[in-house]
């Protein structure tokens, strides 16, 4: 028998990589879709999304991508529920690329989409799972609107706490921020904006310990880590933003990331450094990291992967 090589393979199934699935099934590129460890992504982990256009009332995260799923599907994307494991990509001009997973299978493939996505990097309290979207969560343009005239915290000092906690102190009554070394690590220009707002408060050198709350938060348990003075804010959310990792270690050593691991594409377009290999958003995209700019990434990377292909087959 001979060996199928798909004409497309995308990896992750969050808005990006379904975007792509249904872009690259519309146009006859028989996608098939490898979801990973976390079918659907980050969003399966907020509640209502409700920045997302044309939903005017909004819907539940899990829902959007079991929407999204359907989607893909529908057009004829092959969905196979797996983690993969290794690439391995070829350098050449119409090469074929080996694509590897946990449960011992291997693919064959002309193209590559690649939309591992990233994480939020959480503190690790047991407190943060207990109150899961229930006061804990790691975006604020996502969620800071359920919180509107409450108090809140952000926990971290870099651009993200920075933005989130400026983003949050439009909507909000208070935000206090919490940054653990006496400094932030945020830009000047960031730190300068948040420092000149009037209702952040600023709680340099002072950590998050706990939380706690009838099924919602409703404190935050917090302590200076030079004096071990303990502190109880009253906030009714907290927001993790210590940062953030792309699932990018599958690629070490084989495409260019920068610094923070974030994957490298061309300038106005999702091509990668090799023929064939294309990143479509979170993994790719450390600055705007929102649904809808996932999802037009992924549609973006279709498109290039379509480009390719006729190209090589031609
Ligand atoms: P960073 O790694 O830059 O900052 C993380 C922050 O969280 C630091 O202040 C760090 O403290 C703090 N932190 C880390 N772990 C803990 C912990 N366990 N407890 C308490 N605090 C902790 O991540 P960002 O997400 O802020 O930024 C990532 C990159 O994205 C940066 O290059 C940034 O410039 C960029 N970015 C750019 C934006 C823009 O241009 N608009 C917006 C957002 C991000 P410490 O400093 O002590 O290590």
Not at 85 to 114: A, D, L, M, R
Not at 168 to 177: E, G, I, R, W
Request: aromatic share 8%; glycine share 10%; hydrophobic share 35%.
């Amino acid at each position: 028998m001979t060996e199928q090589i798909h004409k497309t393979i995308i990896i992750g199934s969050g808005p990006a990589g379904y975007t792509a699935a249904i872009y690259a099934a519309r146009a006859d590129m028989k996608p098939l879709l490898l979801t990973g460890m976390e079918p659907g992504g980050q969003l399966t982990t907020t509640t209502d999304v409700e920045n997302f256009p044309g939903y005017p009332d909004g819907i539940k995260g899990p829902e959007m991508m079991t929407d999204l799923q359907k989607q893909a599907e529908r057009f004829g994307t092959e969905i196979v529920f797996d983690l993969v494991n290794e690439v391995i990509f070829s350098e050449e001009e119409k090469g074929i690329h080996t694509i590897k997973t946990s449960n011992g299978k291997e693919f064959k493939t002309y193209s590559v989409i690649i939309s591992t996505g990233a994480s939020a990097k959480y503190l690790g309290l047991e407190d943060e799972k207990k109150y899961a979207g229930s006061g804990v969560s790691a975006c604020a343009t996502c969620d800071g609107f359920f919180y509107k005239g409450k108090d809140v915290a952000v926990v971290g000092g870099g651009d993200t706490a920075a933005e989130e906690a400026t983003y949050l102190s439009h909507l909000c009554n208070k935000v206090y921020l919490l940054v653990r070394r006496d400094e932030f690590r945020a830009s000047k220009a960031m730190e300068a904006r948040v420092m000149k707002t009037q209702n952040i408060e600023v709680l340099f050198h002072h950590e998050l310990e706990g939380l706690s709350g009838e099924n919602v938060v409703e404190k935050a348990h917090v302590f200076n880590n030079q004096t071990g003075e303990k502190q109880e804010l009253k906030v009714d959310g907290v927001f993790i933003a210590i940062g953030h990792k792309p699932n990018t270690d599958l690629f070490q050593g084989k495409l260019d990331m920068d610094e923070t691991g974030y994957l490298i594409t061309q300038p106005k377009s999702t091509r990668t450094k090799l023929p064939g290999v294309f990143a479509a958003g979170d993994v790719q995209d450390k600055i705007y990291r929102q649904a809808i700019t996932a999802a037009g990434s992924g549609c973006m990377a279709a498109l290039d992967a379509e480009k390719y292909l006729m190209q090589i087959f031609d």
